[in-house]
């Protein structure tokens, strides 16, 4: 579901980039860290398409706490993955 929801603020032509950012932020809110975690994992399978690239273009993974998933996770995502935003 976070990957369809992500690909849907990514393809759609009416949505300022302003607007995808804030709604991309509203569904990472409503996750858990351990949802975020589990997310990240997800990406990294072959079946998971680009689900990688659109955590990292969302900035999905910026506020997974520190510890072992979130070390595992830096290891292999684009630091972006888990960057604030320039404004």
Do not use: W
Request: no cysteine; net charge negative.
């Amino acid at each position: 579901m976070v990957y369809t929801i992500l690909r849907r603020i990514k393809d759609d032509k009416v949505l300022s980039e302003p607007e995808k950012i804030q709604y991309s932020n509203l569904l990472r809110s409503q996750l858990t860290s351990h949802e975020l975690a589990l997310a990240g994992f997800n990406g990294l399978m072959p079946q998971a398409n680009d689900f990688d690239a659109l955590l990292t273009e969302f900035h999905m993974l910026k506020y997974l706490p520190t510890g072992i998933a979130r070390r595992a996770l830096e290891e292999v995502y684009d630091p972006t993955a888990f960057a604030a935003r320039d404004d």
